[in-house]
C-alpha cells in the first residue's frame, strides 16, 4: 500500500473480517471481563504474535509465487474476490455465534495455540496479500508493511474486545447485535467484492 485510497480500501476489506465477532475476539472479551484488561494482554499477545508470523510467511511464499508465476496472480485475485463475496453472504445469512463462557485465565501459551488453529485467520492473511500485494513494489517493503499494518488492527481490535469485556461479550455476542453487525459488514464485503472484481479485470 502506497496511497491513501488503497489504505483505505484495504481497511474496508479486512476491518469487517477482523473485527467481526468470532472465537478469538469474543476469547479477548470473555477475557478481559474475568481477569481484567491487564491479566488479558499476554493472551492477547500471543494470538497477534502468531497472527503476524503467518502473515509474513505467507507474503514472502505469494510473493515469490507471483514473481515466478505472473499470470497467476489475476486468479489468485478472483479466488480473493470469489471469498469475500461467499464470507459477505455468510454474514448476511448469519443468525447467531457461538460463545465460549469459560472463566479460566487464559494466557500467552493458550494465545498462541488459539490462534495457531484458527483457519479465519490464515484465510483472512490471504485474501489480504490476493488482494493488496503490489507487484510494482519492492516484495519486502509490500510484505513487511501489509504485516504491521494487519498487527496494528489486530492488536486494537483485541484490545477492544477485552477493555470492553462483559458489555461487549454480552452486547455484541446477543443473536439481535449480530444480526445488525453481519448485515452491515455483510453488505459492505459484498460491495467490496464487485469492486475489486472490476479493478481485476482492468488488469487483463
Known sequence: ???????????????PLVFSAGPGNVLCAVCGASNGFKKSIPF???LDLVYTTYA????FGLSALITNYPKLFFFIQVGGVIYIFWLGYKFLIRKNIDNNNSIRQL???DGVISQALNIKGVTIILTMYSQFLNRGESIIYEVVSLSLCLLLLNLFT??????GGAWMAKKFASNYAVQVQSKLFGSMLIAIAFWLFYQSMLTI
Open 107 to 109: 494466557t500467552f501459551i
Open 44 to 46: 492477547i499477545l500471543g
Open 158 to 163: 483485541h484490545m477492544s474486545w477485552s477493555y
Open 56 to 59: 509474513l510467511l505467507a507474503g
Open 1 to 15: 500500500m502506497t496511497t491513501l485510497p488503497e489504505f483505505f480500501l484495504w481497511l474496508g476489506v479486512i476491518f
